[in-house]
């Protein structure tokens, strides 16, 4: 049976976490403002994060940054690899230069060792960087993996061409549409704007253009998820940037957790919060706050699932 949430997740250690200005054209949510020597905030807040989520019963890889280089945004592993059930792993090309350095072998050696992934073929798109073509993982895609749709929103970081092509590799049927944000400016990564578990689906709808709105709306439907909006401000507060993962209890046997930062739940309104409360086991809130303000990015930015065999 395919699941839609892994119980395993890599997770990068940020040694030289901050601003990058590299980013910044496309990624609205990344703020300068103070952003001097934030990154031992930053280590705090990860490593707190990384023991909330061990806490909980989910298998956690933390990976070593790059000693030899400042990689900023190192903390957000899933823009450029994906492990999937089948043993394929997904290597994607990344749109700001200073960011492909994340790369590392040695990240995935980690996953090899310490989670017991075994590689069986290898999915390496990184050559359409040379095109200037790129498709950021599971930031530019949202996966709904049991009913093998993968969405995406269409963006500098996103293109349309490369996403086509994970789709035909990977057996997904590929959902595009337009989103943006409230000063009409295309909102950079998908998983911005919504999230897939197994039995939700969190979404900005009033992002979306208007002619995708309703396509999407009936698929996720129509895939038997309880489906939630959220509005502009609570999207602009990472509420769509969450992600449910696996975990066991010898009570309670499998159970999925829901993983958002506190930003996001507060923003929540307390009705969607109740909803997406009923539809997991467990809600797990952390304060990332340096992280997203400086990063522009949130806790699902910070996880790349690893999908073990069953």
Known sequence: MVTQCAGAVLMVR????????????TNRFQSPDGAEAVAPQALAE???????????GVSVCIAADSR??????AVFPNNWVSFHADGTLVLYPMQAQNRRAERRPEVIDAVVRDLGFVVRRTLDLTHHEKAGRFLEGTGSLVLDNRARVAYACRSPRTDEQ???????????ELELFSARDAAGTPIYHTNVVMSVGTRFAVAAFDNMDAADRPRIQERLRSSSHEVIAIDNAEMSAFAGNMLEVGSWDEHLGDFQILVMSRTAR????AEKFAH???AVDAVL???IDVIERHGGGS???????VFLPA
């Open 285 to 287: 809130a952390v304060p």
């Open 299 to 305: 806790v699902r930015c910070m996880l790349a699932e």
């Open 276 to 278: 997406l409360s009923a």
């Open 46 to 56: 990860f490593d707190a994060f990384a023991a909330a989520l061990a806490a909980e």
């Open 162 to 172: 490369v996403a086509a092509e994970w789709a035909r590799e990977m057996g997904f």
């Open 68 to 73: 030899s280089q400042r990689l900023p945004d």
């Open 266 to 269: 507060y923003a929540l309104k």
């Open 14 to 25: 940020p040694e030289h976490f901050g601003y990058n200005a590299e980013t910044a054209g």
